[in-house]
């Protein structure tokens, strides 16, 4: 196994290495080189790829849901626009959109890569009426990416590596975006405008296997100064929308519970992941495949809601723990959800797959798979009650 100390000290973000747990398990078992090769290629096409069709899937759900094409929508699991690729249910969309961040409003999320500290790749979306109406991107090899800040004469590329602290780089970056988002939408240049800034590595979450293990990871980024007294957030709204701000105050558990009660009235969601995106993992990158993919669905499970919210993290702001390379994540105890349980393939899993479960619903208390109300995204949901 490979220890903290082979992380290289002048690694920017070396600190929170350990709070990313996909991300250090795989650093345990295959070293620094393996991690480092892996950050463009990820970055790249989680980025991109996998968003752009999701960001497409959900302008069109959203669309047809108000259209009254679509029915049950109470049953139906969508993607959300806030953040890139989530999961909402479709008939919750509209209302907890417009409660988090309002009426008209366009969010910028910027990818920073972990390494070099350069901004990577910017997705930004637009809500109308809580509404997705339209989104678009600019990746790595853009020149937009070479503009410069009006008044300090640094790229947007450039600048997280010129000021200290995502919070205030970003308020740097948001002000280059935001002149760039008035001249590619004039019509919502009165609208409101927010960033998500954040350290590119959080593409990992697409590694948690259930809505509330995404969300954990959503506060730990929140919370990784406050809490966990890293140097630095992990991840900022600028400016905060006002009721994200009273959340990320409250307790891991809180936190989760209070948006999953708006995303998904508290029912569980084990992820999906499209053929393209396992076809690219299997090829480009099998260790991640086989150990946070496969290895999760069929042997180690996924944690219930109830676990999630119980999970103990490790202390942080202990310096032994990184001398000793000993970082646990204390789960309650209870054997996790695996494919047995579903009496399905990894293929058929990962179309996405809601449940009757909840945050009540007490370890190994029901039998999994008669407690699955659908399966699948959006338009292709297929109901099983």
Same mark, same amino acid.
Request: hydrophobic fraction near 35%; proline fraction near 5%; include cysteine.
């Given at each position: 196994?490979?220890?903290?100390?082979?992380?290289?000290?002048?690694?920017?973000?070396?600190?929170?290495?350990?709070?990313? =747990?996909?991300?250090?398990?795989?650093?345990?078992?295959?070293?620094?080189?393996?991690?480092?090769?892996?950050?463009?290629?990820?970055?790249?096409?989680?980025?991109?790829?996998?968003? =752009?069709?999701?960001?497409?899937?959900?302008?069109?759900?959203?669309?047809?849901?108000?259209?009254?094409?679509?029915?049950?929508?109470?049953?139906?699991?969508?993607?959300?626009?806030?953040?890139?690729?989530?999961?909402?249910?479709?008939?919750?969309?509209?209302?907890?959109?417009?409660?988090?961040?309002?009426?008209?409003?366009?969010?910028?999320?910027?990818?920073?890569?972990?390494?070099?500290?350069?901004?990577?790749?910017?997705?930004?979306?637009?809500?109308?009426?809580?509404?997705?109406?339209?989104?678009?991107?600019?990746?790595?090899?853009?020149?937009?990416?070479?503009?410069?800040?009006? =008044?300090?004469?640094?790229?947007?590329?450039?600048?997280?590596?010129?000021?200290?602290?995502?919070? =205030?780089?970003?308020?740097?970056?948001?002000?280059?975006?935001?002149?760039?988002?008035?001249?590619?939408?004039?019509?919502?240049?009165? +609208?409101?405008?927010?960033?998500?800034? /954040?350290? /590119?590595?959080?593409?990992?979450?697409?590694?948690?296997?259930?809505?509330?293990? +995404?969300?954990?990871?959503?506060?730990?980024?929140?919370?990784?100064?406050?809490?966990?007294?890293?140097?630095?957030?992990?991840?900022?709204?600028?400016?905060?929308?006002?009721?994200?701000?009273?959340?990320?105050?409250?307790?891991?558990?809180?936190?989760?519970?209070?948006?999953?009660?708006?995303?998904?009235?508290?029912?569980?969601?084990?992820?999906?992941?499209?053929?393209?995106?396992?076809?690219?993992?299997?090829?480009?990158?099998?260790?991640?495949?086989?150990?946070?993919?496969?290895?999760?669905?069929?042997?180690?499970?996924?944690?219930?809601?109830?676990?999630?919210?119980?999970?103990?993290?490790?202390?942080?702001?202990?310096?032994?723990?990184?001398?000793?390379?000993?970082?646990?994540?204390?789960?309650?105890?209870?054997?996790?959800?695996?494919?047995?349980?579903?009496?399905?393939?990894?293929?058929?899993?990962?179309? /996405?797959?809601?449940?009757?479960?909840?945050?009540?619903?007490?370890? /190994? +208390?029901?039998?999994?798979?008669?407690?699955?109300?659908?399966?699948?995204?959006?338009?292709?949901?297929?109901?099983?009650?």
């Amino acid at each position: 196994m490979h220890n903290y100390g082979e992380i290289p000290d002048d690694f920017p973000i070396k600190r929170y290495f350990p709070l990313n =747990k996909t991300l250090w398990r795989m650093f345990r078992l295959y070293g620094w080189e393996f991690i480092l090769a892996g950050y463009q290629k990820g970055m790249d096409f989680f980025g991109y790829e996998v968003f =752009k069709n999701r960001l497409n899937e959900a302008i069109r759900s959203a669309r047809e849901v108000l259209e009254g094409k679509i029915e049950n929508p109470e049953k139906i699991i969508a993607f959300t626009l806030f953040p890139p690729g989530g999961y909402i249910r479709a008939d919750l969309q509209q209302g907890s959109m417009k409660l988090l961040y309002g009426e008209s409003v366009d969010v910028s999320y910027v990818g920073i890569r972990d390494d070099k500290l350069e901004t990577s790749f910017i997705l930004n979306g637009h809500l109308e009426d809580g509404i997705p109406v339209d989104w678009w991107m600019i990746g790595p090899d853009s020149e937009i990416l070479d503009r410069k800040h009006h =008044k300090y004469g640094i790229k947007l590329r450039d600048i997280p590596k010129k000021f200290k602290g995502l919070e =205030k780089a970003g308020w740097k970056v948001r002000e280059i975006l935001l002149d760039i988002r008035n001249e590619r939408t004039p019509h919502w240049a009165d +609208s409101t405008y927010q960033i998500g800034i /954040g350290y /590119g590595s959080m593409i990992h979450v697409a590694f948690d296997l259930s809505n509330y293990e +995404s969300l954990g990871r959503v506060y730990d980024m929140f919370a990784a100064k406050r809490v966990y007294k890293m140097p630095d957030v992990g991840f900022a709204y600028l400016p905060m929308p006002q009721l994200m701000s009273m959340i990320t105050y409250m307790e891991r558990p809180f936190f989760i519970l209070r948006l999953m009660g708006m995303n998904t009235a508290h029912k569980f969601f084990t992820s999906c992941m499209e053929q393209f995106a396992q076809d690219f993992l299997k090829r480009e990158i099998p260790e991640d495949w086989e150990t946070n993919i496969e290895g999760v669905w069929k042997k180690e499970g996924i944690p219930w809601p109830i676990q999630t919210l119980g999970c103990e993290l490790p202390n942080y702001k202990n310096n032994k723990l990184y001398d000793k390379s000993d970082f646990e994540w204390k789960y309650p105890p209870g054997k996790n959800i695996t494919l047995a349980d579903i009496d399905m393939t990894l293929e058929e899993a990962f179309k /996405g797959i809601f449940y009757e479960i909840d945050h009540t619903t007490e370890v /190994g +208390s029901v039998d999994v798979k008669k407690s699955i109300i659908s399966t699948g995204i959006g338009r292709e949901t297929v109901f099983h009650k």
